[in-house]
Structure formats: C-alpha cells, structure tokens
C-alpha cells in the first residue's frame, strides 16, 4: 500500500467520524496508537472538520459579532495548530528518507510531502460536502446536476494528487528529488513579531 492509499481511508474516517455529531466541539475519539503516522493522519483530517465547518459558522450573516470574534480567534488558533501538524508530518518523512543518497542534480520541489498531504485531507473534506449537495432532495435538478460535475472533477483531483505525492515521495526515496522543513514564521501569532501586539507592551 503506497501512502496516499493509506491516508484516504483514515481521512475519510475521520471526516464521518466528525459528522456523526456534526459539532465543533465534539470530542475526537482518535481510534490509532498515540504518535503513530496513523495517529497524526486522523488528527490532521479532525482539525480540517472542525476548522471547516467554523468557517461556515462564521459566515452567518446574523452571527453575534462578539461570538464571531471568538471564532475567528479559534481559527487562528486552528491554523496554528495545522501547519504545526504538517509540520511534525514533514519530519516523519525526513526521517524515514534520511539515509537515502542524494543524486547530483537532485531538485527540490515546490512543495513538501506534509503540504501535499495537507491539500488531501480538505480535498477528501470537499468531496464529503459535495457528496452531500448531491444527495440533497430539497434542491432543484440543475443544482443536482451542477454538484455532480463538481464532484466528478473533485474524484478526479483526488486521482491526480494522489499520483503526484507518490511520485514525490518515490523521488524523495531514490535521490532525485529532496526535500526540507522550513517552519513557518507565522509573524501574526508572535507577540515579538506583530507589531500590534508588540506595540502594546
């Protein structure tokens, strides 16, 4: 089983997992070995959820501005807690290819395996919603019919990018390609680098 193979059923089970309750603030019941890839896999999807469905939240026209404050603080938060998750992701697949041989005229790709894996798990997140405009029987047939497509596209992109990570990461594995983990410098969330919070001092 390549990796793709193994990250889509595990996105997939956390998306359903999530919509069981269908709440932000349901508890995540993570079914795999703390730290284990599995583990961190499952997360990653359960952090897409809830983030997901917060943006919906709070795209409420009506919403009460305070709570939408506090969402919106609660995504950042969310986001922080992502690229930290990909991050950690990055690093098990440094240290699964660290022994590998880099080729002379090896490349670096625009993107690392993590952020691949990143764009999978909402890509599995879209398809679930689509799925569900689909099956809708309170729409018309053209709104029926303009989601299929949608969907149709979005399998196909599922397709796609599976094939491009695992080209990736066979390319990682034989030298041709490697790869590094630059954290992220997200200068809003650090009080020394935002100069409204540092302003404040």
């Not at 689909?134 to 992109?157: A, G, P, Y």
């Not at 080209?167 to 490697?178: A, M, R, S, V």
Request: with cysteine.
């Amino acid at each position: 089983m390549n990796f793709s193979q193994q990250c889509i059923p595990i996105f997939e089970k956390a998306t359903s997992d999530y919509h069981l309750t269908d709440d932000v603030d349901a508890e995540m019941n993570n079914p795999y070995p703390e730290k284990s890839i599995e583990y961190y896999l499952y997360l990653k999807n359960w952090i897409d959820a809830v983030q997901w469905h917060l943006e919906d939240i709070i795209r409420n026209p009506s919403i009460d501005p305070t709570e939408a404050l506090q969402i919106k603080r609660r995504i950042d938060t969310s986001n922080q807690n992502r690229t930290d998750l990909v991050e950690l992701i990055d690093s098990y697949f440094l240290e699964q290819y660290k022994e590998v041989a880099i080729k002379q005229g090896a490349t670096i790709n625009t993107e690392s395996p993590a952020w691949a894996v990143d764009r999978l798990s909402i890509l599995i997140l879209k398809i679930y919603h689509m799925e569900q405009e689909v099956e809708r029987t309170d729409v018309d047939s053209e709104h029926i019919h303009t989601c299929q497509n949608k969907l149709n596209i979005l399998l196909e992109q599922r397709t796609d990018l599976s094939t491009a990570l695992e080209q990736l990461l066979e390319d990682i594995k034989t030298g041709n390609k490697y790869m590094k983990v630059y954290k992220q410098m997200k200068m809003y969330n650090d009080p020394a680098l935002n100069p409204v919070l540092y302003s404040k001092k």
